[in-house]
């Protein structure tokens, strides 16, 4: 889903109703760091071609609890405690919220690239920042 129809690399990845929460389907735009490793791994080793980027050792497609186990083994390697395979999913809601306003989008953009029926999901994704808060304090 990181193909376009000319083979090559696409600016987006898709998300088909299909394979969605709920048939959520959405285009999310793909970060340029991401783009650029995608496309080397395509003209290297001839990913992603046919069949998942992400594999198992054997090969295959990674089954959702096995990347659930990686993401639990890599933090727990990286010393990391409470967090989770849904972890980058809470960071990258916050974060997009938090830089909304330098590109005059608003939440409801966040929830559409999160695949949220409901902005209030949306919301609860988003996390506090204390120094925030209190800087929004002192300017008012």
Not at 6 to 26: C, E, Q
Not at 39 to 50: A, C, D, K, N, S
């Given at each position: 889903?990181?193909?376009?129809?000319?083979?090559?690399?696409?600016?987006?990845?898709?998300?088909?109703?299909?394979?969605?929460?709920?048939?959520?389907?959405?285009?999310?735009?793909?970060?340029?760091?991401?783009?650029?490793?995608?496309?080397?791994?395509?003209?290297?080793?001839?990913?992603?071609?046919?069949?998942?980027?992400?594999?198992?050792e054997r090969g295959a497609a990674m089954m959702p609890g096995a990347i659930v186990n990686w993401f639990s083994a890599t933090y727990r390697s990286m010393g990391l405690t409470g967090c989770s395979s849904h972890s980058g999913r809470r960071t990258f809601i916050t974060r997009a919220a938090r830089l909304l306003p330098k590109t005059g989008g608003s939440l409801r953009d966040v929830q559409e690239l999160a695949g949220h029926r409901a902005i209030t999901t949306t919301e609860r994704y988003i996390q506090g920042d204390r120094d925030a808060q209190h800087k929004l304090i002192r300017l008012i």
């Open positions: 889903m990181v193909l376009a129809t000319d083979g090559n690399i696409a600016s987006h990845i898709s998300v088909t109703g299909s394979i969605a929460k709920y048939g959520s389907g959405r285009q999310i735009p793909i970060n340029r760091l991401l783009r650029a490793a995608l496309v080397t791994l395509h003209e290297t080793e001839g990913y992603p071609g046919q069949g998942p980027v992400i594999r198992s």
